[in-house]
T-cell receptor
Framework: NAGVTQTPKFQVLKTGQSMTLQCAQD?????MSWYRQDPGMGLRLIHY???????DQGEVPNGYNVSRSTTEDFPLRLLSAAPSQTSVYFC?????????????FGAGTRLSVL | GDSVTQMEGPVTLSEEAFLTINCTYT??????LFWYVQYPGEGLQLLLK?????DKGSNKGFEATYRKETTSFHLEKGSVQVSDSAVYFC?????????????????FGKGTKLSVKP
């Protein structure tokens, strides 16, 4: 019962470096999303996807790219990291359709950009 | 746009005290409402939910009732335990669409940190 798996759990980057945060789910969920959590801000949506090949922007998409080539995986890419991207990142997934909008979250990736 | 407002924390209670965390929302249509809990160092877990007006969600002694007339979804527990110490998030979403659209995205409040002392 793996659910939503995020890797790595912790990462430190230097300004300008790139990296990919991985997210995989084994529940055959069509809907996947990425949030960032900052103190006093709650969780804010970065990007989301309603199925393979379909992605869209959330509230705070700048500086992040996503792709969805399979149902299982939804990686988040930082092309040129900035200190403002220091945060905790959560991936989530859910089914689609009426009454199926319970989102399941991964354990998070804590990212520091120096 | 849609939004969620929940009471500022932190909230500190003694064990067995009564808990209320207020949550109000602004939304078009008929959103589903959720309470998520985040224990230290972990991701978010669904605590309870309600999908229509007057529904009561309940789990682990926590309850919340979907009040459309007051646009509220307050979280309550009659007797808190030390193990309830966590951050609690109120959230809303629409139906996750079968193709495209943002209605299914969760909109979160800023979270309320609860500390329960023995």
């Amino acid at each position: 019962n793996a659910g939503v798996t995020q890797t790595p759990k912790f990462q430190v980057l230097k300004t300008g470096q790139s990296m990919t945060l991985q997210c995989a789910q084994d529940m055959n969920h069509e809907y996947m999303s990425w949030y960032r959590q900052d103190p006093g801000m709650g969780l804010r949506l970065i990007h989301y996807s309603v199925g393979a090949g379909i992605t869209d922007q959330g509230e705070v998409p700048n500086g992040y790219n996503v792709s969805r080539s399979t149902t299982e995986d939804f990686p988040l890419r930082l092309l040129s990291a900035a200190p403002s991207q220091t945060s905790v990142y959560f991936c989530a997934s859910s089914q689609t359709g009426t009454g199926k909008n319970i989102q399941y979250f991964g354990a998070g990736t804590r990212l520091s950009v120096l | 746009g849609d939004s969620v407002t929940q009471m500022e924390g932190p909230v500190t209670l003694s064990e067995e005290a009564f808990l209320t965390i207020n949550c109000t929302y602004t939304a078009t249509g008929y959103p589903s409402l959720f309470w998520y809990v985040q224990y230290p160092g972990e991701g978010l877990q669904l605590l309870l939910k309600a999908t229509k007006a007057d529904d009561k969600g309940s789990n682990k002694g926590f309850e919340a009732t979907y009040r459309k007339e007051t646009t509220s979804f307050h979280l309550e527990k009659g007797s808190v335990q030390v193990s309830d110490s966590a951050v609690y998030f109120c959230a809303l979403s629409g139906r996750v669409p079968l193709s495209g659209g943002s209605q299914g995205n969760l909109i979160f409040g800023k979270g309320t940190k609860l500390s329960v002392k023995p």
